[in-house]
């Protein structure tokens, strides 16, 4: 879906655009990735803890180490 390229995402994760659904998107892979990698031991906190460093990130940086 054109909602989710990858050039999207990026305008996305730098703050240009503002759009629901891939912000959903983002916010939800991040939430299974914590709980897989036991920083989360819920969903429930799992996905607090996405929308967390979702809220937390500095658009216009990159989101590579």
Not at 15 to 27: F, K, L, N, W
Not at 32 to 60: F, N, S, Y
């Amino acid at each position: 879906d054109e909602d989710l390229a990858p050039g999207r995402l990026a305008a996305l994760w730098r703050g240009e655009i503002d759009d629901p659904a891939p912000t959903a998107a983002v916010i939800g892979t991040a939430a299974i990735a914590l709980q897989l990698t036991d920083h989360a031991k819920t969903p429930a906190e799992a996905q607090a803890l996405a929308e967390l460093l979702w809220r937390r990130r500095v658009p216009g940086q990159s989101a590579r180490p």
